[in-house]
């Protein structure tokens, strides 16, 4: 019987099966960890260095040029009183720019109080207006000290830059108040940031590189070994007893390999021991059988004599000359019964094969056994299908169908017994169901066993052996076949033959299922 499909992921199969796969991918995934967290403090500590920097010079510069252009304003006698007045506003701006340089380290605003009338606005290189953020220019008329904010610095042809914007007051004397804005660009700073984050990048990423090939060639010295020794247990556990591990140095992988070796010696040994034992015990059962044979062709001749001769004999005898009979019987078929198992054991049971109608040859048992099944009470409820056709041991057939119909009679307590026959492309499948007192669940793996019997305290009316079902279990085997079993207490059971309709060929899926109603 074919098991049901697993579904399966190949990945997460790959991922639970390959061991060096496993180390290389947590070696992988903690080298990123560790590397992503190095860059981040790397980078942050590069980055906060160069604005500390940045931010401690402009800041010093800003307060440097504020009091410059302070001292001019002071100096200067004459006062913005007009819109066309702005004389003294650019020369501080062109003030500023010589102050910052060619090219300018800083932008200069210079902005005045939004309700001083007539208050011209300059600045340089063409610097917006909209690059100081409200909330600092409020701050700065409010505090009349000196603050400073990181923000984007916005240029009127469009370009933006990030900057440092520091705002100072100052005071035109006879005017009022006006802001000096200095605005830093940190376009070289952010170029060096992005350098140096583009380093730590490739550095990382060769790192990781060459950590993952290090874990891979280092995990394979160890797996390979172990994946070896995985191998070669499987091929011992196959019957290659004769596999052995190479032993390399003198670590803990090469006393894996030693025990391993010495492991499947010692296998080799029991096996080889075992199998001269069990050899010797076959034969000692076949050479039992026909030692037995002929005296017990001898007893069954004198008691054949006696019974032909009971008549003459008190009713003791006669019944005793009856046993008598009954028990060589007996005892003839438990011989042949042994000396089939023996030939089953040494693998010495050839196959006779045949075309077989399994319907016409279970109609034929019946027909036979039909006398027997009216003596226990019963009958039998019998229903083919047409097309019932396998290539089989016609003898060993016979032997299973009569076993399972026999063992049906025999635990039937009189209700009727199906027998069913049923067909698929692949098989053909018999099923015998009696409703008689049934099979324990926890015995049913011990119901094949030989000399097994579910309540030793049951006579066999039928004059079984003990042997048959483990004999026709057998059978079963040697065409590829099996035979299933289902019961409950005081329900019955059901004996399930499955072949397949060609020699050997794979069974998809029995045509009669096991416990179907």
Not at 31 to 54: C, D, H, P, Q, Y
Not at 108 to 130: H, K, M, N, W, Y
Request: proline letters at 4%.
């Amino acid at each position: 019987m074919s098991s049901p499909a697993q579904t399966s992921f190949p990945n997460s199969s790959a991922w639970r099966r390959n061991l060096q796969l496993r180390l290389v991918s947590i070696t992988f995934l903690i080298s990123i960890s560790v590397l992503s967290a190095v860059g981040f403090l790397l980078l942050n500590r590069v980055t906060t260095g160069l604005l500390e920097t940045k931010q401690q010079s402009a800041i010093a510069e800003a307060t440097a040029a504020s009091l410059e252009v302070q001292r001019l304003l002071d100096a200067s006698d004459s006062g913005l009183v007009a819109p066309n007045n702005t004389r003294l506003v650019d020369s501080v701006i062109t003030a500023l720019a010589v102050r910052s340089g060619s090219p300018g380290i800083y932008d200069a605003l210079f902005l005045g109080d939004p309700e001083l009338v007539g208050a011209p606005e300059r600045g340089t290189e063409l610097i917006s207006q909209e690059s100081i953020p409200a909330d600092l220019r409020t701050a700065v008329r409010e505090s009349k000290r000196q603050a400073w904010v990181y923000a984007p610095l916005l240029y009127e042809v469009g370009e933006s830059k990030p900057g440092i914007v520091i705002g100072s007051p100052v005071n035109i004397p006879r005017v009022g108040s006006y802001e000096l804005y200095l605005l830093f660009p940190l376009d070289k700073e952010q170029k060096t940031i992005d350098l140096v984050g583009k380093g730590v990048a490739v550095t990382g990423i060769i790192l990781l590189i060459s950590l993952t090939v290090i874990a891979w060639f280092v995990t394979s010295r160890i797996t390979d070994p172990v994946r070896e020794a995985a191998e070669i247990a499987v091929q011992i556990a196959s019957g290659d007893l004769d596999r052995r591990m190479q032993v390399r140095g003198e670590d803990d992988i090469a006393r894996l390999a030693g025990s391993l070796n010495e492991m499947a010696s010692s296998l080799q040994s029991q096996i080889i021991r075992l199998e001269s034992l069990s050899k010797l015990q076959q034969q000692f059962v076949s050479d039992v059988s026909h030692e037995l044979r002929t005296p017990l062709t001898t007893v069954r001749i004198a008691s054949e004599m006696i019974y032909q001769a009971r008549g003459t004999f008190d009713p003791d005898m006669a019944r005793s000359a009856e046993l008598l009979r009954n028990q060589v019987d007996r005892f003839d078929l438990l011989l042949n019964d042994l000396l089939e198992m023996s030939k089953i054991d040494a693998g010495a049971a050839p196959l006779e094969l045949a075309e077989v109608d399994l319907s016409e040859l279970t109609e034929s048992i019946l027909s036979d056994c039909e006398q027997i099944a009216r003596e226990h009470g019963t009958s039998f409820q019998f229903t083919t299908v047409p097309s019932a056709t396998v290539r089989a041991d016609v003898r060993r057939v016979s032997r299973i169908v009569r076993n399972l119909v026999v063992n049906a009679i025999e635990h039937s307590e009189g209700k009727s017994i199906d027998v069913e026959i049923g067909t698929n492309q692949s098989c053909v499948s018999l099923s015998v169901r009696d409703y008689g007192q049934g099979i324990d669940s926890k015995d049913l793996e011990r119901v094949f066993g030989r000399f097994w019997r579910a309540d030793p305290a049951r006579p066999r009316t039928l004059g079984g052996t003990g042997l048959g079902l483990s004999i026709s279990a057998e059978d079963a085997a040697l065409h590829g076949g099996e035979i299933g079993v289902w019961g409950e207490l005081n329900k019955g059971a059901q004996f399930v033959l499955t072949l397949p309709r060609l020699e050997h060929a794979p069974i998809t899926q029995p045509a009669i299922m096991v416990g179907a109603p």
